[in-house]
Each structure stands twice: as C-alpha cells, then as structure tokens.
C-alpha cells in the first residue's frame, strides 16, 4: 500500500498513472476522486483511491477502504490523511512537492516502515522509477528540470 500526499496539482494522480503504466495498463488512468475507487489490470491488480471527498475514517470505512488492505496488489491512495487511522503502520508514504515548472520533489518513508513487504514494494517502486519520471514528467527532461526521489 502505498500512501500519495501532496497539495492539488503536485501529480498525485499524474504518479499513479505512471505506476499504472509501468504495471503496462492500457487504460487512460484519471483521478478517481468521485467513483473513490478505480481498478486496472495490468502484470498485478493496480487499486487507485482518492479520498478528497471523504470527510474521516467512518466515511472511509463507508466506502470499503478495509478491502483494499492488504489485497494482493498495489494500492494507491491520494488524500491518506483522511482515513489515516485505518490505515495499516506499514504504509509506504511517498510525498510529492510541486516545485512549479519542471521541477517535482518526491520523498518516500519505505525505508523505515519495517514492513515485511516493504523489499517487495520497495523494488517494484525502484524497478518502476525511471519509468514513471519519464512518463509522468517528460517535460523535466525536456526542460532541463529534475525530479527527486
């Protein structure tokens, strides 16, 4: 599971569609802010939440967010922090600071979550990285900006 946080157009959603491509989903991936939920099918199940419209946990558990723990799968999650109580300790944070123009900060706590499938994930997300910076982000490249992981 991993937990997306950053501000109204850091590219939280514009990173999950990378993931979803690199997981070679042929499917166009938008924000799932008003479904809460999108599921694609690609190499493994991909589950895309968005919680902005979601007030606190109760509401969260409304919508069957426990389903999604622990599935077998990657699960995304933009907007974390309003069901943060549900989720698991073992979560793997990455945040996504939009630094205007080409430049996007990303930092991520998968190395201190402890969690027993963080080797996993951990090589699915460095397996996937380069990939995601260029899908997501060509312009960097193009423009002479960066992205940090």
């Known amino acids: ?54 007030k606190d ?23 974390p922090s309003r069901a943060e109580d549900i989720l698991p300790d073992d979560c793997i944070t990455v945040k996504i600071s ?9 930092d991520s706590n998968a190395a201190e979550t402890g969690a027993e499938n963080v080797e996993q994930e951990g090589a699915l997300c460095r397996g996937l990285s380069t990939r995601i910076i260029t899908i997501c982000y060509p312009d960097a490249a193009q423009e002479g900006g960066s992205v940090s992981l």
């Open 1 to 54: 599971m991993v937990c997306l946080e950053g501000e109204l157009g850091a590219g939280k959603t514009v990173f999950a569609a990378g993931v979803a491509r690199g997981l070679g989903v042929d499917e166009h991936v938008t924000s799932p802010t008003y479904p809460i939920v999108a599921e694609y099918r690609g190499s493994m199940p991909l589950f895309h939440l968005d919680l902005y419209r979601i």
């Open 57 to 79: 946990s109760a509401e969260a558990r409304d919508t069957g967010l426990e389903d999604y723990i622990g599935n077998a799968g990657v699960t995304l999650i933009e907007w």
């Open 98 to 106: 939009d630094s205007r123009g080409a430049t996007r900060d990303m």
